[in-house]
């Protein structure tokens, strides 16, 4: 008789089952059974040939195995033994690499191939064996190869593919950077056609459409910029930052009284939500060297000011859109009233009236019917923040209020004019993004500008980076705030079910600032006090700090730049680091950029051509 245990010679594993395989014959009578023993332990009998047993769960040691035949007339027989060495399995508890370089090699109307490159395990590890592929947050393919195919897609519709590693120990690493793409669409012709995003106006011909480019570039100009900034509208053409733009926000209209209110001029009360300046609107009488047609307001002409000059400005740049943007940090307060259901309806009317169909109060020889008809090709509600806290806090019915004010926006504004605008600023924080319902309210959106700077400032007093674009492990911050980043911002967003083509990143351009701070660390992550700044304590233009000549620190976790002198931090994107951000809005297909606010960048527009070049 003869006794095997076939697998790793006579090397195995703890806990791995050892199957024990005896070969025996009678010439004169037939076996009855063959018992296995480990060392004197009898482990089992086998009545029937094969005759094989499985050891299922042999502990760690050295081990004598034998057999012992038994004859159907009793007699039995022994076999040779067999050493068999039980070690204790290899401990493989790390993940392998997290796989990158995610890309769409082809596509057609019902199937998206996708390629990346190989994750690698640890040194010693047990290797990796599979992929496993997610589609939109659903895990849909475990492949061992480095592509996929995804079949059986809809026509002309985005979807969002991200992977992860998984090695022979069961460890799976972390979920790779999501990427967006497109099935085509077919023409009437079943000819494959350019995927236009569900829910989108992102077509030719629409005025929500990006450029050329196919992005949009958009940007914030101030109602009082022209004081002490001395920044006009003028200075967007000037600076050559006007052929870069798709659109203009103009900041801001007041929300009070369940109005949008205009007409008034009156410093802004923070306390009370009061405020407006009728005069930097639409009655100021702008000087020829001002202008952007060269040509002086007459003192009684009615439409007059900022508003007359985008006016001309569009005239001149005809691929420009402008938008009224509702609210701002000041000016929210009254939205919460202004949403309820029985204030909603007039609410919207009141502002259709004003800013789309152009009825101004008449005051100081300006206004009348219909004099700034023409002025905006949309609104936008910065509405900072529905359900949470901004100057003011809201309620928990602003979530269900907020959407159903969007859908009355939208109503009211297609009934004056298909194509006009809608679109919101909202805010970048997990925080101000769980209390809302973006998945309702995209749909009445033509796109979404998402605030991603601010995460940190000197109103803290530890250093950060106020526009960081990617988590990194060193930041201290905890809880909902170690999710103040551009990229988990976005992806919050996306998995709220927001097509990306309508996702705009947002970027500051200005810096947030403390003093004070030590040289540890070249002064990240340490304690301090706000800096000074020319028009407000711990905040300063890019413009003021790209002349100050200190050390540019880059965190290339975070991708995130500073400024650091020894004593004084300023958090603040270079020209540089703007042109990864629009790298990271190409890759992960979002709508384009928007920037707050035109008077923060130099007289050449640096920081608006760094945009623009970095999405062509």
Known sequence: MRLSAPGNGSHFTAGSPITVIAEASDRDGSIGKIEFFRDALSLGSVSNAPYQLVWSNPGTGDYQLTAVATDDRGARTTSAPIEVNVTAAATDSTAPSIPDGLVVTSRSPDSIALQWNAA?????????????????????????????????????????????????????????????????????????VAPIEPGDPGNSGDPGAPAASGKRVIGYFT?????????????????????????????????????????????????????GDAYADYTRSVGANESVSGVADQWNQPLRGNWNQLKQLKAKYPQLKTLISLGGWTWSRGFSSAARPENRQAFVASCIDAYIKGNLPFTDNAGGKGVAAGVFDGIDIDWEYPAACGLACGTSADRDNFTALLAEFRRQLD????????????????????PTDPAAYHRYLDFINVMTYDFHGAWAGTTNHHSALFHSPADPSTGDAALYNGNDTIEAYLQRGVPAAKLNLGVGFYGRGWTGVARTNNGLYQSGRPAAGKYEAGIE?????????WPVHTDPLAQATWLYDGNTFWSVDTPEMLGRKMAYIKAQGLGGAFFWEFSGDDAQGTLVNSIGNGLK
């Open 120 to 192: 690698h395990d640890n040194p010693g590890g047990s290797g990796v064996v599979a992929y496993l592929l997610c589609r939109d947050g659903r895990q849909i393919a475990t492949v061992a190869a480095t592509r996929f195919t995804d079949n059986g897609l809809q026509a002309a519709t985005g979807y969002r593919y991200a992977l992860s590693a998984r090695d022979k120990a069961g460890n799976t690493s972390a979920v790779s950077a999501a990427i967006s793409a497109h099935t085509l669409a077919e023409d009437n012709g079943g000819e494959p």
């Open 223 to 275: 109602q009082w910029g022209i004081y002490g900034r001395n920044y006009r509208v003028k200075n967007i053409d000037s600076s050559g930052s006007a052929a870069r733009l798709t659109h203009i926000n103009y900041a801001f209209g007041n929300v009070r009284n369940n109005r949008c209110e205009v007409g008034i001029t009156q410093a802004a009360d923070p306390a009370s939500g009061a405020g």
């Open 541 to 549: 233009d890019w413009k003021v700090l790209k002349n100050l000549g």
């Open 415 to 434: 009934a004056v004019r298909p194509g006009l605008l809608l679109t919101v600023a909202v805010g970048a924080g997990i925080d101000k993004i769980r």
